[in-house]
């Protein structure tokens, strides 16, 4: 991962990084991704789940899909990770700003052929959403393998951007009778709720019980 010319950062770089540890804490703290790739002038921006190991991130889809032809054949794509804290209220309505965490990342894509890799990036992408799940479920069949796509995205350049604390306002703005702070936000995982047909002996798994945004953390 090589800082270049597409992430470096022009606006509030101070608020930026190309440290990889950086890059990589927002990356493991989020499970959801924009990735963005061209196809005849046209820009798609795709949300999907991923996992990452190293400087790899592992994406997967229908055989089918559009995302996944396109940027199983090397094409540029750049990928956003978003991570939302809170909303941040200023005295003036121009310094109004979030707090988050994000990482901007480039690079391309292939396609894992080989059953092993394939399953093992699958189990990787669903044991980072839910940890335990997978040893417990019935596994991919050689059918459903065929129908879905693991890519492989290398990420050849990535820029972290974090923002934190309270509003920055102007000095004069301070003395004026206004509300100004911060509401945190964050993702959380309620109450599981059992489908219908769950077997009556099964409980809730334990696993579900300790995500790592559910309310007890
Ligand atoms: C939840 C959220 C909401 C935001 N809302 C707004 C908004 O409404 N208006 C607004 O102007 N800005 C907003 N931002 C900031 C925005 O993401 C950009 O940082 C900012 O607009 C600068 O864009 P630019 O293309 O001019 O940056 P540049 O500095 O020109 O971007 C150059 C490179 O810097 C890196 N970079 C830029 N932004 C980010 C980022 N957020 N995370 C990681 N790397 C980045 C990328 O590698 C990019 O290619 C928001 C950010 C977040 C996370």
């Known amino acids: 991962m090589t800082p270049g010319e597409r992430s470096r950062m022009r606006q509030l770089p101070e608020r930026g990084s190309h440290n990889p540890d950086a890059v990589h804490f927002v990356l493991d703290a989020g499970f959801l991704a924009h990735v963005g790739f061209t196809v005849s002038s046209q820009t798609f921006v795709i949300p999907m789940l991923y996992c990452r190991d190293g400087d790899t991130l592992y994406l997967h889809g229908a055989a089918t899909s559009r995302i996944m032809q396109r940027l199983g054949t090397g094409i540029a794509a750049c990928v956003a990770v978003t991570l939302v804290d809170g909303l941040v209220l200023a005295r003036s309505a121009f310094h109004h700003s979030v707090n988050y ?117």
């Open 101 to 217: 965490r994000s990482v901007v990342a480039f690079g391309t894509a292939r396609v894992l052929t080989e059953p092993g890799r394939k399953t093992r990036a699958l189990r990787d992408i669903s044991e980072h959403l839910i940890a335990g799940r997978w040893d417990e479920v019935r596994g991919p069949s050689r059918a459903e393998l065929e129908l879905t796509s693991v890519l492989e995205f290398s990420i050849e350049e990535a820029s972290a951007k974090i923002r934190s604390g309270p509003p920055l306002d102007d000095e004069a703005d301070y003395g004026r009778s206004v509300w100004a702070g911060v509401v945190p936000l964050r993702l959380e995982a309620k109450a599981p709720e059992a489908d219908s047909g769950v077997q009556a002996e099964v409980g809730v798994p334990q696993y579900l019980l300790r995500l790592p945004w559910s309310k007890s953390s």
